[in-house]
């Protein structure tokens, strides 16, 4: 039989060592950073192609996973490499700015839901507006719009500034906390 050289002989493979934890990463989704966004345009790092386009592709709608079967040519360690490189963030919001305010809304489930339906697409835009009523759909109680509505005002905030995101602060009758 044939030695094969060093270059081509197989590794073991321990599932249990190398997918441990990658799961858990795998399974959130991720947004570009500022960092991820100018090195799009900078191109200051040696990426392979498939790494790049991952990096562009990216836009927290999906899990890393998904992202992974989507573009072809990347593995786990590509998403490991951005997250080290500090090109991506976890897109999930934070737990605690939402808990602060979820039950200062005095407005009950068909209220919250007519709100959130009608004036979606006005403050956030067609696109980001109808991925907000979708989402508003898929919210099966109270605690959940509530949550949502805090996040409705934080996107607000981001698309269209304080001012405005406090008047629709104040229309769903949440009081900021300091």
Known sequence: MRQLSARYRPV??????VLQGVTTMLDRAYVKTEAG?????????AMSRSVRNL??????GKSAAQWLSLVQG????DIEYLLAQGLLADASPGVVDIAVELDLSPLDYAQLYGFL???AKQYLG???GYRMVLDVERCGDLAALR???QRFVSEVSQAQGAVVADQVRRALSIIKSV
């Not at 990096?55 to 927290?60: A, E, Q, S, T, Y």
């Not at 990347?74 to 360690?77: D, I, L, N």
């Open 147 to 149: 949550a949502l509505g």
């Open 126 to 128: 067609l696109m980001k």
């Open 37 to 45: 966004r100018a090195e799009i345009k900078l191109r200051s790092l």
């Open 74 to 77: 990347t593995v786990a360690a």
């Open 12 to 17: 073991p493979f321990r599932v249990g060592y």
């Open 55 to 60: 990096l562009l592709m990216i836009d927290g």
């Open 117 to 119: 339906t009608r004036h």
